[in-house]
């Protein structure tokens, strides 16, 4: 009987620990995102007060699929507003118009599927999806979801994900840079749709 009750008061004892262990990881997990999140919406704030491309910029309920909310104005008094999905890379812009990461040369700026999908459905209720890239060299890429000429390049890779710090398949869009309207330390130097001029001397 005595060890019975050894046996129980372990295991409740073991599952104690899991569920603090537990615990810690979720806040570390949101502690993360929720830094990361505040370090993008810094970034795209200081950016629009340089480029002056929305009237108002904000950031999105906690939780929300996006990570910020925008609005601005046409010279005809329309109001134009978006759910925006913010990310860094460590990518630097090639001049022949690819983009160079560590390990690999593209011409897509991938996007993960499900995000690309919260985007669009947020048309509905009448926010243009945009996707804000944060490049090296004081490059910004940013895509309108709703003015892509191309479908994107659909695939399904193996990565690790930092914020849970394990391997998942990541099912991800590749955006083609043609469709990004480009910015230079805070000047447009590439509308979307344009293509890319290869810099002389490339």
């Not at 499900?114 to 048309?123: F, G, Q, R, V």
């Not at 090296?136 to 849970?164: A, C, H, Q, W």
Request: charged residues 25%; aromatic residues 12%; contains cysteine.
């Amino acid at each position: 009987m005595y060890k019975l009750f050894f046996d129980i008061s372990v295991t409740f004892q073991n599952i104690e620990i899991f569920i603090y262990k537990l615990t810690n990881l979720i806040k570390d997990i949101m502690n993360y995102f929720e830094t990361n999140e505040k370090q993008d919406l810094k970034m795209l704030l200081t950016f629009n007060n340089a480029a002056h491309i929305f009237k108002e910029v904000g950031a999105t309920p906690q939780y929300h699929h996006s990570d910020a909310t925008a609005q601005t104005v046409t010279q005809f008094g329309e109001v134009r507003k978006f759910n925006i999905e913010l990310k860094r890379r460590n990518l630097t812009l090639q001049p022949n118009g690819t983009v160079m990461g560590e390990h690999f040369t593209a011409d897509t700026i991938f996007i993960e599927s499900h995000k690309a999908c919260d985007l669009i459905m947020d048309n509905i209720m009448g926010y243009e999806p945009l996707y804000v890239n944060f490049l090296n060299d004081g490059i910004v890429m940013i895509f309108n979801l709703n003015k892509l000429t191309k479908r994107p390049k659909k695939e399904k890779k193996i990565i690790k994900s930092r914020g849970y710090n394990q391997m998942e398949v990541a099912a991800r869009q590749g955006l083609y840079i043609k469709d990004a309207a480009i910015y230079k330390n805070n000047k447009l130097i590439k509308r979307c749709g344009e293509e890319w001029k290869i810099k002389k001397g490339s």
